[in-house]
């Protein structure tokens, strides 16, 4: 059996002013109908009903109205897992995997991000395949995509000695976030991929590595499960003893400790899958100008826009007019409080913005 958990409880700074923080990226439609959150979702359709449960969301408490309304207008029957405050991904998804525990099953957990683009199911769905049969037996698999810059906000995997016939590799080697020269040398190297930020393993398999690498938000997120309330669909965890709760990301907590230099001893094998499918973590507005349909001079426009003599520029208007005139590589976001034009190679600075923003109000 098959557990998809899908973790939505990210805030995506980066793609403000469309992104806020009481509307997410992932509950936002950018490509198409779907939000990111169903596109998700919807990539699971067709794979083995039989082996494949209704989806699990673990989401910030906020969000449960507009999760549940997501999923209801798909006609799915998921449970949604509600976060009082975010712990970053290990203790959601060790969250995720106490549900399960909860329900007497042991299944293989589809951990995945809510807001990644992947074009190609067909693909993807094939390498959820394969990651399934591996994770039945105990290993932790993740999917690896063929970098194509030294971008920095990635994990890096490198891959060691091949597992099967299907390029199934073990992990030799897990460094989330690298700095910038350390991701050129990778790229260099040629045998590391980008984690996807996807991965299969079981629940009890997670439950021990954590245990071993990180009792801390294990006990932390047991105590807050203990003490759950549940109403319909909503299972909502202890406010007090989550927030508690160290906060870490899934790749520091484990992923980094299963091979290499920092292993630590007892853990499962990690195992490498490469995913080609169409795969773009829509992290930031140039992220998404790169996967929407342009015209031929390269400009994406969504909503009342008017574009004259500009080049590779995202416009983007949610009421008013926005017409540009001769602009080059620009970013422009209309919403209805704020406007923000930003150059496409200053895209990830937008998250500047937003922190002075909190702070200065
Ligand atoms: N429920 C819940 N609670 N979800 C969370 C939380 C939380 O506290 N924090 C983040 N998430 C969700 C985000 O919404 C996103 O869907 C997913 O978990 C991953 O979190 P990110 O914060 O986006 O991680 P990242 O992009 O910095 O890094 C991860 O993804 C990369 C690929 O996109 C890592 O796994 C990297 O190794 C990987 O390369
Ligand atoms: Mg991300």
């Known amino acids: 059996l098959i557990q998809p958990v899908v973790l939505s ?5 980066r793609l403000w002013p469309l992104s806020r923080e009481k509307y997410p990226k ?3 439609s950018f490509v198409g109908q779907d939000s990111l959150l169903q596109a998700t979702l919807r990539r699971l359709e067709g794979i083995d009903g039989a082996t494949c449960a209704p989806p699990l969301v673990v989401c910030n408490d906020e969000y449960r109205f507009v999760v549940a309304e997501q999923l209801r207008l798909m006609g799915l029957q998921g449970r949604i897992v509600l976060e009082p405050v975010g712990r970053n991904t290990a203790p959601a998804l060790t969250l995720a995997a106490l549900a399960a525990r909860a329900a007497g099953d042991d299944p293989v957990l589809l951990v995945m991000p809510a807001d990644h683009v992947v074009s190609q199911v067909a693909a993807f769905q094939e390498c959820v395949r394969h990651a399934a049969r591996l994770a039945q037996n105990g290993a932790v698999v993740t999917f690896g995509i063929t970098p194509d810059r030294p971008e920095t906000g990635y994990g890096y995997i490198q891959a060691g000695a091949a597992l099967d016939a299907g390029g199934a590799c073990a992990i030799a080697r897990f460094v989330e976030k690298p700095d910038r020269a350390t991701a050129e040398g990778y790229l260099k190297q040629g045998n590391y991929s980008w984690n996807s930020g996807v991965f299969v393993l079981r629940a009890s398999v997670w439950l021990n590595a954590l245990r071993l690498c990180r009792p801390d938000i ?4 047991e105590a807050a499960w203990n003490k759950s309330t549940s109403d319909l669909s909503f299972v909502r965890v202890d406010a007090e003893a989550f927030a508690a709760c160290p906060s870490d990301s899934i790749d520091y907590a484990v992923m980094e400790r299963l091979a290499g230099a920092q292993a630590v ?11 080609s ?3 773009s973590d829509v992290g930031a507005w140039d992220a998404l100008w790169q996967i929407l349909p342009k015209d031929e001079a390269g400009n994406v426009s969504q909503g009342r826009v008017m574009l004259q003599d500009c080049d590779d520029t995202l416009a983007y208007s949610s009421g008013r007019l926005l017409a540009c005139v001769g602009v080059q590589g620009l970013v422009v976001v209309e919403t209805p ?6 150059d496409q190679r200053h895209t990830q600075d937008v998250k500047k913005i937003v922190d002075r923003l909190k702070r200065e109000g």
């Open 9 to 13: 409880g990210g805030s995506g700074t």
């Open 26 to 28: 992932q509950l936002l």
């Open 218 to 221: 294990l006990e932390a997120c």
């Open 265 to 275: 001893e007892g853990l499962p094998q990690g195992v490498v899958l490469p995913l």
């Open 277 to 279: 499918a169409g795969w």
């Open 337 to 342: 409080d704020a406007v923000l034009v930003v």
